[in-house]
């Protein structure tokens, strides 16, 4: 708090200058408020960056030599490039950090479908995909015990994808179904779970949006 030793009064202000008599204020301003600090980008997306770069340089050369020109390395450099943008937004983000994971994940998997799409490398589909869905199945899953995620809010997040492997199967996208089945279990465990130690919260949810 600030004094003005004239009028004998104290006030919370960040004015040199007492706004009654003018006199010179003494002290300092105080604040209820915390100063909000940006969170910056730590050293987990310097680490990314540097592993984008490692592996955008291996693909790359490993592309060279097997083809004397680069043909599928230029998706991976954009595979790479999408996964720093999107790693820079989460770690400069305001919104909640488990979200952004969350979000983050569903992006890697439309850039993977696209990235076979391009190049139809049943890599993708075998592997990437499948340990892609069942990351983000788990993660929802295990922060529902430290945070008030609502059980409705993770299990449509695994709904939407726990499709994607599904599909990956029924039009044989795929070469080895073992991970895509995998990926569906997990989903059946985690609905299993949720109806014996949630169905009283999912039940309220519903019932708020749904009115019945």
């Known amino acids: 708090m ?4 004239n009028c004998h009064i104290s006030l919370n202000t960040n004015y040199e200058y ?11 301003s105080f604040s209820y408020y ?6 910056k980008s730590s050293k987990v997306f310097r680490i990314i ?3 984008s770069i490692i592996m955008a340089i291996i693909t790359s050369f490993i592309d060279f030599q097997i083809n004397s020109y ?3 390395s230029l998706y991976c450099l954009l ?18 950090i488990h979200k952004s994971l969350i979000g983050y994940g ?16 049943t890599y993708i589909t075998n592997y990437v995909i499948p340990i892609l869905c069942i990351t983000i199945m788990l993660y929802t899953s295990f922060i529902s015990f430290f945070t008030k995620v609502k059980p409705l809010t993770y299990l449509s997040v695994n709904m939407l994808v726990v ?31 949720l109806y014996f130690f949630h169905h009283d919260e999912l039940k309220e949810e519903l019932i708020k949006i749904f009115r019945i």
């Open 70 to 72: 680069l043909t599928w």
């Open 79 to 96: 595979g790479l490039l999408s996964n720093i943008i999107i790693t820079y937004y989460i770690f400069n983000s305001e919104k909640d």
């Open 49 to 51: 960056v540097y592993i």
């Open 163 to 193: 499709i994607e492997p599904i599909l990956l199967v029924l039009r044989r996208y795929t070469t080895n179904n073992i991970l895509c089945y995998l990926s569906i279990l997990t989903f059946i465990i985690i609905f299993i779970r």
């Open 18 to 28: 007492c706004p009654f008599c003018q006199d010179k204020l003494e002290g300092k």
């Open 34 to 39: 915390p100063k909000y600090k940006k969170r």
């Open 2 to 5: 600030k004094k003005c030793n």
């Open 106 to 121: 569903l992006v890697l998997i439309l850039i993977s479908i696209i990235w076979y799409y391009l190049t139809e490398f």
